[in-house]
């Protein structure tokens, strides 16, 4: 159950925020602060307390605030970029996530963890090993977890940009899953829902409480997610996707 989500606002500047994906073109400002509102509305339908930050117009992907932190049941655990332009996000966090945490941990160099990178199944948290954290970013990660009665491990990772770009949890044991995920043992309990390649964005969903949110536009994915047996609300996202960002990356919650 989530009681509370923290969501960053885009600002003008994430026209120029990090992409794969140019040919998408460029976000346009206007149509991501429309979205975002309809990302607010939404959580807060599936009855959680959105906090909104400011836009930072220092930093372009900043609205991704799901990187900057892990937040858990016991503490939250201030991330450190493993990307330049994004090193800073994460002192802009701290102070919000002190009104809701006792306990802040930080990841040191030279260790590095975003945290879509990070996916939490109970008090389990996989933590992929991508090009943004790297294996002492991890580490630190897991150690915090093991001292407040959690624990961790480390998926293996090549093509993606973060681990939760290509798998979801979605609770009751259902894993959504894309691309170079499908096939890895580590997940092979989990009852799976595969998404194809032609919609591989939509395997970032989040489930939140009684719904999961599904990037609007991936019929296929949606349909899948209800012959599972949950419930969906779709959000257009489109204007985030044009930075590599999606549903999960637009919100820490817990
Ligand atoms: C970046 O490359 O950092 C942003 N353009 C996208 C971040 C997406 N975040 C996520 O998957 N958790």
């Known amino acids: 159950m989530f009681n509370n989500a923290i969501v960053r606002r885009p600002s003008k500047s994430m026209v120029k925020g990090i992409t794969s994906n140019p040919q ?65 996000e994460e002192k802009e966090i701290v102070q919000t996530l002190k009104k809701f945490y006792g306990q802040i941990e930080c990841i040191k160099e030279p260790g590095t963890l975003e945290g879509g990178d990070v996916m939490m199944v109970g008090d389990h948290f996989y933590i992929g090993l991508s090009g943004r954290t790297n294996a002492e970013g991890a580490r630190q990660l897991i150690a915090a977890l093991e001292k407040y009665g959690m624990t961790g491990s480390v998926v293996a990772m090549q093509e993606m940009l973060h681990l939760k ?64 047996g949950l419930l969906t609300a779709t959000v257009d996202t489109s204007e985030f996707r044009k930075l590599d960002g999606g549903l999960s990356c637009l919100s820490l919650r817990f």
Do not use: W
Not at 24 to 43: K, R, W
Not at 48 to 60: G, Q, R
Not at 186 to 215: G, T
């Open 165 to 228: 770009t290509g798998l979801a949890y979605l609770e009751d044991n259902i894993l959504l899953v894309a691309g170079e995920f499908q096939s890895n043992k580590q997940f092979q309990e989990f009852k799976k829902i595969h998404i194809e390649p032609d919609e591989a964005y939509a395997a970032n969903c989040i489930r939140v409480n009684n719904a999961v949110l599904v990037p609007a536009g991936f019929e296929k994915a949606r349909e899948k997610i209800e012959v599972a």
């Open 24 to 88: 998408l073109g460029m976000p346009v400002f206007e149509n991501a602060a429309s979205q975002h509102d309809e990302y607010i509305a939404t959580l807060e339908k599936c009855g959680v307390h959105v906090h909104v930050l400011e836009a930072d117009e220092n930093y372009p992907d900043a609205c991704f605030v799901e990187d900057v932190a892990v937040c858990t049941r016991e503490f939250s655990m201030v991330a450190n970029p493993g990307t330049q332009t994004r090193k800073g």
